[in-house]
């Protein structure tokens, strides 16, 4: 079972791809188009798509867990964050792949992490 756990945002998205128990592969999805497109639902939708591709399908990913958004201080950053989150479950709703978005403060309780 491969495991796909993802730290999203719309320029650099952090991952890791498990077996389970073992850590198979982590690293930093970086979206090249960012700095060059000034739509940010454009941006967005690249990002989804390179996710899809580069780590989903690829990598034949059969669970997703991503990070739930949380409003810190810029709500601009929280919608955009939010609209990806949105575009993941698509994409993962699309696949038949069980998506799960996990709070923060849920998998750092898990880790022991303050």
Same mark, same amino acid.
């Given at each position: 079972?491969?495991?796909?756990c993802?730290?999203?945002?719309?320029?650099? =998205?952090?991952?890791? %791809? /498990? $077996? +389970?128990? $073992?850590?198979?592969? /982590? +690293? *930093?999805?970086? $979206?090249?188009m960012?700095?060059? !497109?000034? $739509?940010?639902?454009?941006?967005?939708?690249?990002?989804?798509?390179?996710?899809? @591709? !580069?780590? %989903?399908?690829?990598?034949k990913?059969?669970?997703v #867990?991503?990070? +739930? *958004?949380?409003?810190?201080?810029? &709500?601009? =950053? #929280?919608?955009?964050? &939010?609209?990806?989150? +949105?575009? %993941?479950?698509? *994409?993962? /709703?699309?696949?038949? %792949?069980?998506?799960? *978005?996990?709070?923060? /403060?849920?998998?750092?309780s898990l880790?022991?992490? @303050?």
């Amino acid at each position: 079972m491969k495991i796909l756990c993802l730290d999203q945002s719309m320029q650099k =998205t952090g991952y890791c %791809i /498990s $077996n +389970g128990c $073992n850590i198979i592969s /982590s +690293g *930093v999805l970086i $979206n090249e188009m960012y700095s060059k !497109e000034p $739509n940010r639902i454009v941006r967005l939708i690249d990002m989804s798509r390179l996710i899809r @591709k !580069e780590l %989903i399908s690829k990598e034949k990913i059969e669970y997703v #867990f991503i990070e +739930g *958004v949380q409003l810190r201080r810029n &709500a601009d =950053t #929280f919608m955009q964050l &939010a609209r990806l989150q +949105g575009l %993941i479950l698509g *994409v993962c /709703s699309d696949l038949g %792949i069980g998506c799960y *978005v996990v709070q923060p /403060s849920e998998w750092k309780s898990l880790l022991q992490i @303050k």
